[in-house]
């Protein structure tokens, strides 16, 4: 059964720091290019960060540029996003997807975990 379980979301105050995880499971997942999106209420889904099979690569939104960090472990089948100096316009529910790389008729998503930035 294939999942993805993002985890580590919460309630942080500005300037904060959280670290999201994407736990993978039943799919190889050395072979998905992933990417973290968000979605504020009221707004779209917004894409933040892209990382490689590999790690070789990553793009990261203009927003979120010098402040967050994607990185994988291949070995544990888990992406994590390193959230610094987080702001209020960062409070959204964030997802991690994960794409084959040989195109979309595999892609995957997780649930979401909400992120609250607030004084």
């Known amino acids: 059964q294939v999942q993805l379980v993002e985890s580590g979301g919460g309630l942080v105050q500005p300037g904060g720091s959280l670290k999201l995880s994407c736990a993978a499971s039943?799919?190889?997942?050395?072979?998905?290019?992933i990417k973290w999106y968000r979605q504020a209420p009221g707004k779209e889904r917004e894409l933040v960060a892209f990382?490689?099979?590999?790690?070789?690569?990553?793009n990261y939104a203009d927003s979120v540029k010098g402040r967050f960090t994607i990185s994988r472990d291949n070995a544990e089948n888990t992406v994590y996003l390193q959230m610094n100096s987080l702001k209020p316009e960062d409070t959204a529910v964030y997802y991690c997807?994960?794409?084959?790389?040989?195109?979309?008729?595999?892609?995957?998503w997780g649930q979401g975990t909400q992120v609250t930035v607030t004084s």
């Open positions: 990382i490689s099979i590999d790690g070789g690569s990553t």
């Open positions: 997807n994960a794409r084959w790389i040989w195109g979309p008729t595999r892609d995957y």
């Open positions: 039943g799919f190889t997942f050395n072979y998905y290019n």
